[in-house]
């Protein structure tokens, strides 16, 4: 019957031991095959154009890799961190709604007090590249912590030298200037190998439990301002025009005076002349002045009347503009 042919399973197991112990001989040259293949993706790395290579041999540093390929020893002698000494790396700070960054939550880092111990809730940010690999791996055991540890120290110190409103307005560039130098001369001191490129603020506000008494106080500040340069410019229409007023007065006083002086001095003078022709013909020159008041009243009287010296009264002439006189 067919299932007398069947194997058992000690036969199976026969049939098994053969072909493996048939193939045992290859064992040792998969083996090996293997050897050279991890030891040869052990020997090759690369290195980004934008990179160098820290290379340590059984953990001690023994030179740098430039960008390309290169070939280590395997097998763990040989190890090369690549550093990314040309990339701008940029780390976030401060956010007290319990927003996250790069770093995690900051719950509490962003609010400072300033010099006129106001809070303010701060968040900036810290540029910066690698420009010593070597003082990086090797000096500083957590470059990225040093990194932000030292900018909240740095950031807290300078925004308490300030009173609120010139953190808020005038000073912030003041404040990214000289945060950038302590920072960098900190990092300098720890060895950390880090250049700090940019030190900015984003955002400054009061924190929102207090931001409605803030902007009570601004608007009270606002309106002051408002009066004080509303009185200014009401100070400095009327003033200057005072002055005008005041100097126009002058002036006119001036020019009057001057005008008297002169018309005095005139007159003073004509007379002096006059009297000097008077002393040398008394008569002519009596007759002279006569003639000349005439000429200058007659043309200003309106009604004249010509009286005979011979005329004891005046009265018969005064119908002389009457109809019967006419005739």
């Keep these: 019957m067919e299932w007398q042919n069947v194997p058992s399973p000690e036969d199976i197991i026969d049939i098994g031991k053969k072909k493996i112990f048939g193939y045992?001989?290859?064992i040792p040259w998969i083996a090996l095959a293997l050897f050279v293949i991890i030891g040869l993706r052990g020997v090759m790395y690369s290195i980004g154009p934008d990179e160098v290579g820290v290379i340590q041999r059984f953990g001690k540093y023994i030179g740098l890799s430039s960008p390309g390929l290169h070939a280590k020893i395997p097998f763990g002698v040989d190890k090369v961190t690549p550093i990314k000494v040309e990339k701008i790396f940029k780390e976030e700070f401060g956010s007290s709604r319990g927003a996250m960054n790069s770093y995690g939550p900051d719950l509490e880092q962003s609010l400072m007090l300033t010099g006129d111990l106001n809070?303010?809730?701060?968040?900036?940010?810290v540029q910066f590249k690698i420009k010593d690999p070597i003082k990086l791996l090797f000096v500083v055991r957590s470059p990225r912590d040093v990194i932000r540890d030292v900018s909240e120290i740095v950031m807290r110190r300078f925004v308490g030298d300030y009173t609120v409103d010139e953190v808020l307005t005038i000073k912030r560039e003041e404040i990214d200037h000289l945060a950038q130098i302590e920072m960098q001369k900190i990092l300098d001191d720890y060895q950390a190998g880090v250049q700090v490129i940019t030190v900015k603020l984003l955002d400054v506000n009061p924190p929102d439990k207090v931001k409605p008494a803030f902007n009570e106080v601004n608007e009270a500040k606002q309106e002051k301002?408002?009066?004080i340069n509303q009185a200014w410019e009401s100070y400095n229409k009327a003033i200057p025009k005072a002055r005008g007023e005041a100097e126009r007065t002058i002036r006119e006083a001036e020019g009057y005076s001057l005008?008297?002086?002169n018309r005095a001095k005139g007159e003073a003078e004509r007379f002096l002349v006059t009297l000097g022709e008077y002393k040398k013909a008394p008569g002519i020159t009596r007759e002279r002045l006569y003639l000349e008041t005439l000429a200058e009243i007659l043309p200003k009287v309106k009604e004249k009347y010509i009286v005979d010296p011979?005329?004891?009264?005046i009265l018969p002439l005064l119908d002389i503009g009457k109809k019967g006189g006419a005739r």
Excluded at 119 to 125: A, P, S
């Design 259 to 261: 005008d008297k002086i």
């Design 24 to 26: 045992g001989k290859y």
């Design 225 to 227: 301002e408002k009066m």
């Design 310 to 313: 011979r005329q004891s009264s």
């Design 119 to 125: 809070i303010l809730d701060v968040r900036w940010i």
